[in-house]
């Protein structure tokens, strides 16, 4: 490598962190970008889940199946608004091409090379820290009411498995030895072994972010307003000034599409929000990350209390969180464990950024040398970004990887 480049980051989501540390420890000087405080926004929320098994795309064989049944209950687990849904067609259409048998496979196959290694590369991440308890090892129990849809036979169980994913199917004695609060209508349930949870995403992010400045990374808080190729490196041009970089990592989640406008890139990376329900009040312990298979809303205990995470929204990245959909993942909550019922939760709404195949952008720009992306994470951007975080430091280090990069390239749309 060259003398010690530096690198602006743009965007401190637990991706924008990632990649500061990888390049920090691949000997770049690094300042990260945030407009607010790292590691809070999307990233705050989510529900926790670290998984080398999280490998299903959304959009899987049959989805169009599920889709209107889906979209038109209201307040169920995904939605569109009248207003915008017309805006998100392309974006659907795109969607169910990747449903495809061979499509889905293929996402598959590449989001395994994001998600394998998550729970060792995190445990990396947190040494020396002194805040190794942040991660703890969990399974994922997919409850179901049905005893007869815990099947393991269907296809995303079978995906998983042909990947090497341990998996067990239980039935409701044992469910309720291994999570004696969750409702007993649950009848059946499939356990997805050898996987990890973080006990607070938030403390997470913070975490890391001390790690950045204790490896000799800065972190501004300011807000990105341009970047602009001058010779020889990028102008980040920022609320508070301009800031000379070799190279630029833009990381802002759903917000990195509006900054790439200025260069005529168009990608189709949708705002897809979610909620979550927080009861801190909760006097109760879940021993791993529990998906309700009805509602598509998964409960876990965090350090703030038990959080019950889901919906996918499409409405916009501007419109105020929806009371509806809140109440609805309350109800959800209070079904799933009978002990939350007449305890009231803090809510909470985030942005996933995402692309219609589950799979994220890593890529230094064909036509912008020096700039590289790193953004959409849809669901499992607190899993992919580990290792987003190492390829991209390879990337700007020049360091041939050893796994093929091309399913996370803009060509493929
Ligand atoms: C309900 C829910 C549940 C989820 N559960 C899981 C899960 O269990 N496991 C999992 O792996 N993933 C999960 N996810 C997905 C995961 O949370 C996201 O993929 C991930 O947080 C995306 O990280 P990010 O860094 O790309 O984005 P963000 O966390 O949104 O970070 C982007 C950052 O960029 C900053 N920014 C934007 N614009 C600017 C600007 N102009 N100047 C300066 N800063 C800027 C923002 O302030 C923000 O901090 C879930 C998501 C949701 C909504």
Redesign the pocket.
Known sequence: MQDKQHVGV???????ICAAISLLDTGHRVTL????A??????F??????SPW?IIPQAMPGIWKQIPGMLLRPNGPAGVSMRQGPGYLPWLIRFLRESRLDRAQANSDAMQLLCGDAVTLYRELLRGTGHDDLIADAMYVHAFRDARNADLSSLGYKMRRQKGADLERIDAADLRDLEPNLSHDFQAAILIKGQARARDPGRLGTVLANKIKALGGQICR????DLTPVSGGWDVI?NMGTHPFDKVVL?????SAE?LRRFNISLPLAAE????VSFGDADLHLNNSIMDTDAHA?ASSMDGGVRI???AEFTGIDAPPNPGRLRALKQIAQSMIPDLKHKTPDTWM????SFPDSLPLIEECKDLPGLICA?G?????????PKTGRIVADIATGTPTNIDLSPFRAARF
Do not use: C, K
């Open positions: 743009i965007g401190g989501g637990i991706i924008g970008i945030e407009r607010d790292p590691g809070q926004a999307t990233s929320g989510n529900a926790g889940i670290i999280s300011e807000t990105v307003r920022t990381a802002a989640g759903i917000w900054l929000r979610g909620y979550h998964v995470a889901g919906v985030g942005i996933r950024p953004f994470h849809s669901h499992y951007g607190l899993m992919m970004a």
